[in-house]
T-cell receptor, first 112, second 114 residues
């Protein structure tokens, strides 16, 4: 069955430091991949997506992600974290009928 | 925000009572979804719809039913609420884009079953 694994439940990063959030997927075909962000008490916002082509995709708020087929990974990165980036981040893989299967999320804490 | 509203935004109900949550969209999207969000589980798909009167089960559909009698409304019903259905419920639509699609989410409904 298709699944998404986010191995880190919590990550703490100092403000200004770089960030990488890990995501691994299990899917038989070429996947559609997504990253969403959820601020406390809010809904989900799409950060970026990968469908095909260039394996490095750019998103909003300075985020990027790289699709690596050989590692079944789609890790999210940001070169310099801001305090406002503190939130929960979800990776998802797309299925038929445009459904999504989500990982369990990674909570990002930003220290001063 | 893709024109998605959910009602009610908060509800407290007692075990055994029926509950209906409403999702309303204004942009004529074909695909609509209901998810629940629980700590440690991320978002899990309950039911989805691919057109008026066309619905199917998701990963965690037991105890839930849905209806879609018109394009803009997707209703989620808990026939007899249980404490295990205490959760935050999100509705979403999917918008076809160049090469793929994007899902957009409503603001959520916090349901507490006592």
């Amino acid at each position: 069955a298709q699944s998404v694994t986010q191995p880190d439940i919590h990550i703490t990063v100092s403000e200004g430091a770089s960030l990488e959030l890990r995501c691994n997927y299990s899917y038989g075909a070429t996947p559609y991949l997504f990253w969403y962000v959820q601020s406390p008490g809010q809904g989900l916002q799409l950060l970026l997506k990968y469908f095909s082509g260039d394996t490095l995709v750019q998103g909003i708020k300075g985020f990027e992600a790289e699709f690596k087929r050989s590692q079944s990974s789609f890790n999210l990165r940001k070169p310099s974290v801001h305090w406002s980036d503190a939130a929960e981040y979800f990776c998802a893989v797309g299925l038929g009928f445009q459904k999504l299967v989500f990982g369990t999320g990674t909570r990002l804490l930003v220290s001063p | 925000d893709a024109g998605i509203t959910q009602s009610p935004r908060h509800k407290v109900t007692e075990t055994g009572t029926p509950v209906t949550l409403r999702c309303h969209q204004t942009e004529n999207h074909r695909y609509m979804y209901w998810y629940r969000q629980d700590p440690g589980h991320g978002l899990r798909l309950i039911h989805y719809s691919y057109g008026v009167k066309d619905t199917d089960k998701g990963e965690v559909s037991d105890g839930y039913s849905v209806s879609r009698s018109k394009t803009e409304d997707f209703l989620l019903t808990l026939e007899s609420a249980t404490s295990s259905q205490t959760s935050v419920y999100f509705c979403a639509i999917s918008e076809t884009t160049s090469g793929g699609y994007e899902q957009y989410f409503g603001p959520g409904t916090r349901l507490t079953v006592t």
